[in-house]
């Protein structure tokens, strides 16, 4: 498996979402996440968020995704009405032993955050060539 995710409540906080009404904790970062040949990527939606305060970290192949997002209000604003969620907000993922986590590469655009984590070399599928004559063929597992 690539890529398993940490977080056991998000589904509980579905179900209360879809019971009550409301939010438990706001959904800050929806992800995707797909193999696409021999690269893993990762895309959430970050809209509203400065660039500069987003911080990835991985360690022991724990993936930590943090990122700030501020109301753009002043304090002297009249406040009507508060959809967005504003804070800090983090997400975390185990990323599997078969990634290079040593070369992930971060790209902020329109909002998306896209990491691309190359799969490991060890981990790739490769060719075992057979040697022997035309008519000696020893095959040994």
Do not use: C, H, W
């Not at 706001?26 to 996440?33: G, H």
């Not at 968020?49 to 991985?58: G, T, W």
């Not at 990491?115 to 035309?134: D, N």
């Amino acid at each position: 498996m690539m890529l398993m995710r940490t977080d056991p409540f998000r589904e509980l906080d579905r179900l209360t979402q879809q019971l009550t009404g409301t939010s438990a904790r706001p959904t800050a970062m929806p992800m995707d996440a797909f193999r696409d040949g021999d690269t893993f990527v990762v895309e959430m939606d970050l809209p509203g968020v400065d660039p500069e305060s987003i911080d990835l970290d991985v360690e022991r192949n724990v993936l930590t995704v943090k990122a700030e997002r501020r109301s753009r209000a002043s304090e002297d604003a009249e406040v009507l009405i508060t959809e967005r969620p504003t804070g800090s907000f983090s997400r975390q993922m185990f990323l599997g032993e078969t990634l290079d986590t040593e070369r992930i590469d971060a790209f902020y655009d329109a909002g998306v955050l896209r990491l691309t984590i190359p799969v490991a070399e060890q981990a790739k599928p490769r060719k075992i060539a057979i040697s022997g004559g035309s008519s000696q063929k020893r095959i040994s597992g």
